[in-house]
Antibody, heavy 120, light 108 residues
């Protein structure tokens, strides 16, 4: 059974940094693309970032480009999202999602999310 | 960036009724990369349909997807109590993923 467990969320001041983690199990992590998707309180879903299975290729939404960095450690079965220069509008639940193949296209399995609150 | 517009915003129906949800794209979307998700309060999204019409593993056959080009539809043939939720369409194009704003299916 695919399991994705996000962690690292919390309260951070504007301009601060946070690193999210997503621990994966139940599948061969190194064979699948991964992604982060967020949802602001009471709002819809917004794609944030994605990475290929190898981690060589990465993609970012314009809203986070230059501030967020996606990475993965295939030896630890873990996906990361380093978030810098955080803004109030980054407040959201952040979900990690598993792709269907090694190339990012569709997101089949999702974790339960971790909440990030950016506030002074 | 391809914008997805879902309608209606809210659908008020009774259990047993048929639900028809629409997703319209600002430009043509590949059928292969059109998906539908269900989300219940406090839960993560769950994939229902991918490739516009293929049901994900474990999804009941009362859920079906159709459409092509810029117009896609999710149909729930007979609503069960557990189907009342928010539904999102999603597309992938040119290394970008966008979601519709969601349709809430509520109990009438």
């Amino acid at each position: 059974e695919v399991q994705l467990l996000e962690s690292g969320g919390g309260l951070v001041q504007p301009g601060g940094s946070l690193r999210l983690s997503c621990a994966a199990s139940g599948f061969t992590f190194s064979s699948y693309a991964m992604s982060w998707v967020r949802q602001a309180p009471g709002k819809g879903l917004e794609w944030v970032s994605a990475t290929s299975a190898s981690g060589v290729t990465t993609y970012y939404a314009d809203s986070v480009k230059g501030r967020f960095t996606i990475s993965r450690d295939n030896s630890k079965n873990t996906l990361y999202l380093q978030m810098n220069s955080l803004r109030a509008e980054d407040t959201a639940a952040y979900y990690c999602a598993k792709g269907r193949t090694d190339i990012p296209t569709l997101w089949f399995d999702w974790g339960q999310g971790t909440l990030v609150t950016v506030s002074s | 960036e391809i914008v997805l517009t879902q309608s209606p915003g809210t659908l008020s129906l009774s259990p047993g009724e048929r639900a028809t949800l629409s997703c319209r794209a600002s430009q043509s979307v590949s059928r292969s990369y059109l998906a539908w998700f269900q989300q219940k309060p406090g839960q993560a999204p769950r994939l229902l349909i991918y490739g516009a019409s293929s049901r994900a593993t474990g999804i009941p056959d009362r859920f079906s997807g159709s459409g092509s080009g810029t117009d896609f539809t999710l149909t729930i043939s007979r609503l069960e109590p557990e189907d009342f939720a928010v539904y999102y369409c999603q597309q992938y194009d040119s290394s970008r993923w966008t979601f519709g704003q969601g349709t809430k299916v509520e109990i009438k």
